[in-house]
């Protein structure tokens, strides 16, 4: 994963493209991520991205364009439809500038490629920090901060261009990561393990709220 803060106007725009075209194979689904340590219990939660939390992961606070209309204008972009953004529509948020932006648009696409998450870690955000406070970290070199809600999903609320180590002193491996579309009761998909057969391995011994989540399918 490469951040690099020094991005043209060209460049920047190309990379928020990049990220939105990635970041749609995400919208409306859920997704249910499952991290293990050596002896160590489960750890896991489960998290939803909707069209608004796109721009702001950016570092972005578009002075132009309401935070679901920045995307739609993205995703038209990549599909021939429309002109797209233009620099004026990236207005650096509050505690942000063009240098964060173009750190965090850099690695964006790469930290939303969810099905390498086996490459990523996972872990309980109780370090302190003057950061945007958050629930759950998840990531390696750089960090995808999740607020949790009172329905118990989590949502992407930052894109850090810095370590998890920076935020969690525990990190899970993560080992298994299910989908569900909005519709869905339960995760019957499971779109990463860490290992062939995993899974059906390490069943039997889920936590129990973590079993009622799932339904294996045959």
């Known amino acids: 994963m490469i951040i690099n803060a020094k991005l043209s106007d060209k460049e920047l725009l190309n990379a928020i493209y990049n990220a939105a075209h990635v970041y749609a194979k ?40 309401k935070a679901n209309e920045f995307y739609d204008k993205c995703v038209a972009h990549n599909h021939g439809l429309d002109a797209g953004i233009s620099i004026i529509d990236c207005t650096p948020s509050r505690n942000h500038n063009r240098t964060t932006v173009n750190e965090k648009s850099s690695c964006c696409a790469d930290m939303l490629r969810i099905q ?4 990523m870690k996972i872990g309980l955000k ?19 901060g999740f607020q949790e809600s009172k329905s118990s999903l989590s949502f992407p609320i930052t894109l850090i261009p810095k370590s998890i180590d920076t ?18 009761m339960k995760y019957k998909k499971l779109i990463v393990e860490i290992k062939e057969g995993l899974f059906t391995e390490l069943l039997s011994e889920f936590p129990e709220k973590l079993k009622t989540l799932i339904e294996p399918t045959e």
């Open 126 to 144: 109780n370090k302190i920090s003057q950061n945007v406070d958050f629930s759950y970290a998840y990531g390696n070199t750089a960090t995808l």
């Open 26 to 65: 995400l919208v409306d689904n859920t997704y249910l991520i499952i991290g293990k340590n050596k002896n160590s219990d489960y750890f896991w939660f489960q998290c939803q991205f909707h069209k608004k939390h796109f721009m702001h992961l950016l570092g972005i606070d578009s002075k132009t364009l």
């Open 116 to 119: 390498d998450a086996k490459y």
């Open 167 to 184: 935020f969690a002193s525990i990190k899970y491996k993560i080992i298994f990561l299910f989908e569900k579309k909005l519709t869905e």
